[in-house]
């Protein structure tokens, strides 16, 4: 199972997230899509998932620093507790035995952020 992690700003259109999810490989290989609780109800995320026909998962803000991510962003560091939010929801959302398939990419217009994990058994 592989879960596709985002992380988005404000006034972000779906378009920035599929391009995001595009970039790191994953449009047709993941299951489900997972991003921070207080971003799981914004009309940009529900659209994303139902785009793809995909059931959405909410991580706990409180978790983040929990995960082990590859790159670092100061703002996602400020904001979340953790170097990449789009990493560290893709990683929790997984679940414990998860690793990064691909890291975080970036939307060309800077709005969204998408990484993927995948269950290791």
């Known amino acids: 199972m592989r879960v596709a992690?985002?992380?988005?700003?404000?006034?972000?259109?779906v378009e920035s997230l599929l391009q995001a999810l595009n970039a790191a490989g994953g449009a047709y290989e993941v299951s489900r899509v997972a991003t921070v609780a207080d971003k799981a109800d914004a009309?940009?995320?529900?659209?994303?998932?139902?785009?793809l026909d995909l059931p959405s998962e909410a991580v706990e803000k409180d978790a983040l620093s929990e995960a082990e991510v590859e790159t670092q962003s100061e703002k996602s560091a400020a904001m979340?507790?953790?170097?990449?939010?789009?990493?560290?929801?893709?990683?929790?959302?997984?679940?414990p035995k998860a690793r990064?398939?691909?890291?975080?990419?970036?939307?060309s217009d800077s709005m969204a952020t998408c990484a993927i994990a995948e269950v290791v058994e």
């Open 80 to 95: 979340y507790g953790t170097g990449s939010l789009s990493e560290a929801v893709a990683l929790i959302a997984a679940g």
């Open 43 to 51: 009309a940009v995320f529900i659209e994303l998932a139902r785009c």
């Open 5 to 13: 992690g985002f992380g988005f700003r404000k006034g972000a259109r």
């Open 100 to 107: 990064l398939v691909a890291s975080r990419t970036i939307s």
